[in-house]
T-cell receptor, first 114, second 108 residues
Framework: EAQVTQNPRYLITVTGKKLTVTCSQNMNHEYMSWYRQDPGLGLRQIYYSMNVEVTDKGDVPEGYKVSRKEKRNFPLILESPSPNQTSLYFC?????????????FGQGTRLTVV | DAKTTQPNSMESNEEEPVHLPCNHSTISGTDYIHWYRQLPSQGPEYVIHGLTSNVNNRMASLAIAEDRKSSTLILHRATLRDAAVYYCIPTTGNQFYFGTGTSLTVIP
C-alpha cells in the first residue's frame, strides 16, 4: 500500500531537548516536504526536498533542520525545541516538482513542547 | 501565489450533491487547481486536480470556469465520511499553500 509514515504520532518533550520526527515513503517519490498546522493558520511549509541531498527552506524554517540522505526518508530535526513549536506536523511526498501530480500526506505528529 | 476565497463552512444532507465553490481570480496560466480534504485527526488527502477542462474521478468532479478564475468541487452524493475541511489550491509546483478551506458538515 502506498503510504507516508511518520513517527512518532504523539510526542511531549521539554524545551531544549533535541528531537527527530521521522518520515518515510514507499513510493519512490522524489519530492518530500514538511508542514506544520496551527489553529487559524492552516498548513505552512517548513522545508522541502526535491531529491537526495537537495533541501530548501519553505515558509517557516526557523528552528528546524532536515536531511535527505536516502530517497525514502526525510526526517525533521528540532535541535532545541521551544514552546512555539508546539504544533501538528505533516510530512508529504509526491512524484516530482510538477503540478500535475498528487501529494500523499502522513497521518501527522502532534508535538507538545513544555 | 494565487489567492483563494472559499466559504468558511457549508452543510449538506446525506446522499445529496454538494457544490463547494472556490474563487481564484489571480490564478496564473500555468497553475493547476488542486483540491485536498482533511478529515478530522488525519492528514490532507488528495481529491482531484485539473488545469482547464472539467475533471471526474471516483471521488468527485471538478468544474473549472472558462476564465479559470473560479472552480467548483462536486461531490455527487455526500456521505457522512465526506465531512471534512476542503482546500482549493492553485499551484504551479508542489508547494501547496493551504488556506483555511471550507468545513463541510454532512447531516444524516
Amino acid at each position: 500500500e502506498a503510504q507516508v509514515t511518520q513517527n512518532p504520532r504523539y510526542l511531549i518533550t521539554v524545551t531544549g531537548k533535541k528531537l527527530t520526527v521521522t518520515c518515510s515513503q514507499n513510493m519512490n517519490h522524489e519530492y518530500m516536504s514538511w508542514y506544520r498546522q496551527d489553529p487559524g493558520l492552516g498548513l505552512r511549509q517548513i522545508y522541502y526536498s526535491m531529491n537526495v541531498e537537495v533541501t530548501d527552506k519553505g515558509d517557516v524554517p526557523e528552528g528546524y533542520k532536515v536531511s535527505r540522505k536516502e530517497k525514502r526518508n526525510f526526517p525533521l530535526i528540532l535541535e532545541s525545541p521551544s514552546p512555539n513549536q508546539t504544533s501538528l506536523y505533516f510530512c508529504a511526498s509526491s512524484l516530482g516538482l510538477r503540478a500535475n501530480t498528487e501529494a500523499f500526506f502522513g497521518q501527522g505528529t502532534r508535538l507538545t513542547v513544555v | 501565489d494565487a489567492k483563494t476565497t472559499q466559504p468558511n463552512s457549508m452543510e449538506s444532507n446525506e446522499e445529496e450533491p454538494v457544490h463547494l465553490p472556490c474563487n481564484h481570480s489571480t490564478i496564473s496560466g500555468t497553475d493547476y487547481i488542486h483540491w485536498y480534504r482533511q478529515l478530522p485527526s488525519q492528514g490532507p488527502e488528495y481529491v482531484i486536480h485539473g488545469l482547464t477542462s472539467n475533471v471526474n474521478n471516483r471521488m468527485a468532479s471538478l468544474a473549472i470556469a472558462e476564465d479559470r478564475k473560479s472552480s467548483t468541487l462536486i461531490l455527487h452524493r455526500a456521505t457522512l465520511r465526506d465531512a471534512a475541511v476542503y482546500y482549493c489550491i492553485p499551484t504551479t509546483g508542489n508547494q501547496f499553500y493551504f488556506g483555511t478551506g471550507t468545513s463541510l458538515t454532512v447531516i444524516p
